[in-house]
């Protein structure tokens, strides 16, 4: 759904672009509440998986893909403000590098794709979560659920932005059905995806998900050639001494095979803005991308014929790229929320 320039005109998507810089403005001091010495490099990873996943274009209808948005599994991953930060920055390496969604609407993206789709899959996280039973299961399906929601929510707020701004005179009403009707679609594959991904991290290390948080995992022991449940010890390691360096190894080498080898063998049709776009021919007055001359653009690497090769590169060198970026910028405002705290204790209250 990366939104390219052209589609939606100046006054709107500067006025999308101030309220993006808002919203990542509050997400850092926010993010400085969510972020500790466990998740601050993980959140990193968090963002490259994002960037890694949504190279895997999965066909949702005749001549339609769709590809994950990744809001929701970031919120509930590593939190609401730490998660709009990693949309944000995978759409801006894929803006700057891949040309892929436009500079100018840039603040279209961050609040349709990263800013909404946050907002609406952690309210309904968050709202089933308390409803259903207390158990790993329920965080499964509220993050189920609550991705569900977010990726047509995200297609009605284009929409609303295309009733302000739209460069081209199409009818609201046609745009509205067909958005939302193929994003449904699409939802149903990120709702898979993140309940996937999120049940794989709460199987193994359930402290690690924010939306889990006071769930914990137990011992398991073999009988009777079964794992069962260990009785609990009193004696356990205390959870902020287990290691992060197993899971993020792993992500990592999850994350690049998924955007080195697995994205080749992505749908190449058009994805669902793309298609609608096409259809009802709001994409009339759509401009040339400003890094259109990028080495990497449209996710291959310049003067590499080899089209699997070349595609391949161009998805290791985002994964990379992303993850030092992204735990750059988490690393930060977790040093600075360390440097408030540090602040706050020597500070000696007046007379």
Not at 76 to 104: E, H, K, N, R, W
Not at 186 to 214: K, M, N, Q, W, Y
Not at 297 to 303: I, L, N, R
Not at 308 to 331: D, K, M, P, Q
Request: charged share 15%.
């Amino acid at each position: 759904m990366h939104v390219p320039d052209g589609f939606i005109d100046a006054p709107v998507s500067i006025a999308a672009g101030v309220a993006a810089a808002g919203a990542v403005a509050v997400s850092l001091r926010g993010a400085r509440r969510e972020l500790d010495e466990r998740t601050a490099p993980l959140a990193g990873l968090v963002a490259a998986f994002i960037f890694a996943v949504q190279m895997l274009n999965f066909p949702v209808a005749a001549g339609t893909s769709g590809h994950l948005l990744g809001g929701a599994l970031a919120a509930i991953l590593v939190g609401p403000y730490t998660g709009v930060l990693c949309v944000s920055v995978v759409l801006l390496m894929q803006g700057l590098l891949f040309a892929d969604g436009g500079l100018t609407a840039l603040g279209v993206n961050i609040v349709t794709m990263g800013v909404v789709t946050v907002v609406v899959a952690y309210v309904v996280f968050r709202g089933l979560a308390k409803l259903l039973p207390d158990s790993r299961r329920s965080i499964t399906v509220a993050a189920f659920a609550g991705a569900l929601l977010s990726v047509p929510a995200a297609a009605a707020f284009f929409t609303l932005l295309y009733s302000i701004g739209g460069t081209t005179d199409v009818p609201v009403v046609k745009v509205f059905g067909a958005m939302v009707g193929v994003h449904v679609l699409i939802g149903i594959g990120e709702a898979v995806i993140t309940a996937a991904t999120v049940g794989a991290v709460i199987a193994v290390r359930p402290d690690l998900v924010h939306g889990a948080r006071g769930l914990s995992a137990p011992l398991k022991l073999r009988v009777g050639g079964e794992l069962v449940d260990a009785p609990s010890a009193p004696a356990a390691v205390p959870v902020a001494a287990r290691s992060t360096k197993p899971v993020w190894i792993t992500g990592l080498v999850a994350a690049l095979a998924l955007a080195g080898i697995v994205s080749f063998y992505a749908s190449s049709s058009p994805d669902g803005l793309e298609k609608v776009a096409a259809d009802k021919g709001i994409d009339q007055k759509v401009t040339e991308h400003a890094a259109a001359d990028s080495p990497l653009a449209d996710y291959s690497v310049k003067d590499v014929s080899d089209a699997r090769l070349s595609g391949g590169l161009a998805g290791v060198i985002g994964v990379g790229a992303t993850v030092v970026v992204g735990t750059g910028v988490f690393w930060t405002v977790r040093r600075r929320r360390s440097a408030d705290l540090t602040a706050a204790s020597t500070a000696v209250p007046a007379a």
